[in-house]
């Protein structure tokens, strides 16, 4: 029985009805195992209920008898009868506020991409406001700047690839600084964009000898590429090349010829095909549908020095990307995060983004809504699958324990709480089972999988 | 009136020059017809330059354009990121002034006491030498990871390039202030301080405002690199942000700029070095 039943119900079926023995049915099993996300109607309700339901369940502790209450009275008077000797509406109050947050004036880096997408809205959308925050949101150079900026304390939090933190947390390429993942910002929404001369070449075993962008190398974008080359025979260490390129460059030196593509992140794909330079070759959600890509990143020390803000500015993303997860607001994010102040991009670009309908580059009108989406949640598996290919890759070099990492560093039960208390439903594990490019993973197996791959770099 | 009637000529064939400039500007980058044939749907996702073939390039009236809606309201704030093209120079301006400025209360007394010391000339010269030709942006990553603030260290960046062309004249010109001047003013017994200020400042002034004047320049082409690295403000900040949107218009705009205020303060120094120049 979960915080987010109605306790109220009578007829509510106490007897479990699915196969993990967790949910009321098959169906809610499903759609708690799979994607959950859907901010309720209001806020206040939404803590309303929260409350109302915790103070039920504390006076009547056994399902049964909360029942047969409620069957001889009925929930409206039930609830009335509460409010009576429990100050509801305080106490929600009380919830609502949470802890004030040590330091309200924030500073948050992040890089003109799609994926920053609720870092950015939140600022115009009023989010981080909600919280109690007053939040600037900085436009950073590139992901090393962002990266010392936020070391260095300019930064409270930023927006990071998902790996990064990782990295930092790792010393792997920089010194060794305990970093932690409040929240993933988006899920898919990259793709993998040829020179339009390469039209004909759609195989990538032909791609031998060409020369392919990516953003950063502790990027989602570098471990796809180089997966899904792998996967097709093409290793890419010795057969391409692949070059660290800012996002903003890739198109320009797409169209002087220097690359042949790139694996980059969201509207830098649409912007090149918006500018007629490429077409787009595959969505990242075809390697591995629902793959992070982003992530919203913290320092340790900023977390134990201000908790409560730290806290506050989770909720306010988290909220955020609850409300860039939902298709009908899609169109008003991307009105809102154009303009020179935040992403600075042709509205149409960001639109045919967030929208999933856009133009492939070769004539055709696609649509796929699911071509960038939004889910907080950090799992840890995401971050147990990014050490395999860090060492894959040998960027890690020897033995590295997995879950202690992942768990140290992905913050999934601090984000659970944070999510059940502003009446959220987040997933019950942290680890989880997902395949890329039809190859399953398995969490638990870190090494098994790593040693399953054929192409990787000889150490 | 020989040179009057030079100078009218020299600024007629400016002008004559600058048209013919602007003419083949334009003709280049005409849009030609479109390009392919799309759906109706399809082009509308699309940009300009893939509809219509237009250049990537803008012409010149695309920027004229462009600039009269900056010259406009050259001061709008916007939030953070996105400031009026005002605010930014005078952001770039304000970090030039104070990395030069610190370069210069470092330069020119160390330039004075190592000029008038043969001993300390030699001895320092090899590190001088060594630190001379480094790049700005070699420095970048040294100074952001050290001082830990990225707009200090931009400050930190100006001064370390700046610095060493005027250490260098200075200590040029110090050192080679005629043997004869001081020597008599040895003869008349005037004090090491006195004959500094008296005798060598004014006849080194020449060669150290030269060095200044080189500095400043060299600070200005710095800031705009370090600008684009550390982000945040300034006209360096402008160009990668609208290098960012594939904006070519903003970014021949601040280039307009960027040479006008670099000649600008360029044209300071070299009134100043007019003043303290004499005759032999």
Redesign the interface.
């Given at each position: 029985m979960s915080t987010f039943d109605n306790p109220f119900d009578p007829n509510r079926n106490l007897r479990a009805g699915c196969a993990c023995g967790q949910h009321q049915s098959a169906a809610e099993h499903e759609q708690a195992t799979a994607l959950r996300c859907d901010p309720v109607e209001s806020e206040e309700k939404r803590y309303e209920g929260v409350v109302a339901s915790a103070v039920m369940r504390a006076m009547f502790p056994q399902d049964l008898a909360r029942r047969a209450f409620l069957k001889s009275v009925g929930a409206s008077t039930a609830l009335a009868a509460l409010s009576q000797f429990f100050p509801l509406q305080t106490a929600t109050e009380v919830f609502a506020q949470a802890g004030t947050p040590e330091k309200k004036d924030l500073k948050v880096g992040f890089i003109?991409i799609t994926c920053a997408t609720p870092i950015i809205m939140a600022a115009p959308l009023g989010f981080y406001a909600k919280h109690g925050l007053n939040v600037?949101?900085?436009?950073?150079?590139g992901w090393a700047?962002i990266r010392?900026?936020t070391i260095?304390?300019?930064y409270d939090a930023a927006h990071m690839l998902a790996p990064m933190p990782l990295a930092i947390s790792l010393g792997l390429g920089a010194n060794a600084i305990p970093f932690a993942v409040p929240a993933i910002e988006n899920i898919n929404g990259q793709g993998i964009v040829l020179a339009s001369k390469h039209k004909d070449k759609r195989d990538p075993k032909d791609w031998k000898g060409m020369k392919f962008a990516i953003p950063f190398d502790y990027s989602m974008h570098n471990y796809l590429l180089r997966y899904y080359l792998a996967e097709h025979g093409i290793d890419p260490d010795t057969d391409v090349q692949l070059r660290s390129v800012p996002p903003?460059?890739m198109?320009?030196n797409l169209?002087a010829d220097n690359i042949d593509g790139f694996l980059a992140p969201d509207n830098i794909c649409q912007?090149a095909?918006?500018?007629?330079v490429g077409f787009m070759h595959l969505l990242s959600k075809e390697i591995w549908d629902g793959h992070p890509c982003c992530s919203f990143a913290a320092s340790r020390e900023f977390i134990t020095t201000a908790p409560n803000s730290f806290a506050a500015l989770t909720r306010a993303i988290v909220d955020a990307t609850a409300y860039a997860s939902k298709a009908e607001n899609r169109k008003q994010i991307a009105e809102a995060i154009a303009?020179?102040?935040?992403i600075?991009?042709?509205v149409?670009v960001l639109e045919?983004v967030l929208t999933g309908?856009?133009?492939d580059g070769l004539?055709?009108?696609k649509t796929d809504e699911k071509r960038v989406d939004f889910d907080p949640f950090p799992w840890q598996s995401f971050a147990v699958w990014m050490l395999t290919q860090m060492k894959r890759w040998g960027q890690i070099k020897g033995d590295v324990d997995y879950k202690a990492v992942a768990e140290q560093v992905y913050l999934a039960t601090d984000t659970r709480k944070l999510m059940t208390e502003m009446g959220l439903a987040p997933p019950a594990g942290s680890y989880k089972s997902f395949a890329v490019m039809g190859k399953t993973f398995d969490p638990a197996k870190p090494e098994d999988y790593l040693a399953g791959f054929k192409i990787r770099k000889a150490s | 009136m020989t040179t009057a009637s030079l100078r009218i000529r020299a600024g007629l064939v400016s002008i004559v020059l600058l048209v013919a400039f602007l003419g083949v500007w334009h003709l280049a980058v005409r849009s030609t017809a479109p390009?392919?044939t799309?759906?109706a749907?399809?082009a509308?996702?699309?940009?300009l330059?893939?509809t219509q073939g237009k250049s990537?390039m803008p012409g010149p009236l695309d920027v004229g354009a462009k600039l009269w809606e900056h010259v406009r309201r050259p001061f709008y704030d916007?939030?953070?990121?996105?400031k009026g093209l005002g605010i930014q120079l005078g952001y770039s301006i304000a970090r030039v002034g104070t990395g030069y400025l610190l370069a210069v209360l470092v330069a020119i007394p160390l330039g004075f006491l190592i000029g008038m010391s043969p001993l300390l000339s030699q001895a320092l010269d090899p590190f001088i030498q060594v630190l001379k030709p480094i790049s700005p942006l070699a420095w970048m990553p040294l100074a952001?990871?050290t001082i830990?603030?990225?707009s200090i260290s931009a400050i930190f960046v100006i001064f370390i390039c700046s610095i060493w062309p005027m250490l260098l004249n200075t200590v040029f010109g110090v050192a080679s202030v005629r043997k004869e001047w001081i020597n008599v003013a040895r003869t008349l017994e005037v004090g090491t301080i006195r004959r500094a200020f008296t005798v060598i400042l004014p006849a080194a002034a020449p060669t150290i405002l030269t060095g200044m004047r080189i500095s400043i320049g060299i600070a200005w082409l710095v800031i705009v690199a370090a600008e684009?690295?550390?982000?945040?403000t300034g006209i360096g900040y402008f160009v990668?942000?609208?290098?960012?949107?594939?904006s070519i218009t903003n970014v021949i705009i601040a280039i307009l700029l960027i040479g006008v205020v670099g000649m600008l303060l360029d044209q300071i120094l070299a009134r100043f070095t007019r003043m303290v120049t004499f005759p032999e």
């Open positions: 003109p600037d949101v900085v436009k950073t150079a700047v010392d900026k260095n304390k300019e903003p460059e198109v320009a169209r912007r095909i918006y500018d007629g303009p020179a102040n935040y600075n991009a042709p149409t045919q309908t856009y133009a004539g055709g009108v | 390009v392919a799309m759906s749907e399809y509308k996702l699309m940009g330059t893939a990537a916007n939030g953070p990121n996105d952001l990871y830990k603030d990225s684009m690295l550390v982000g945040g990668w942000n609208e290098w960012n949107n594939l």
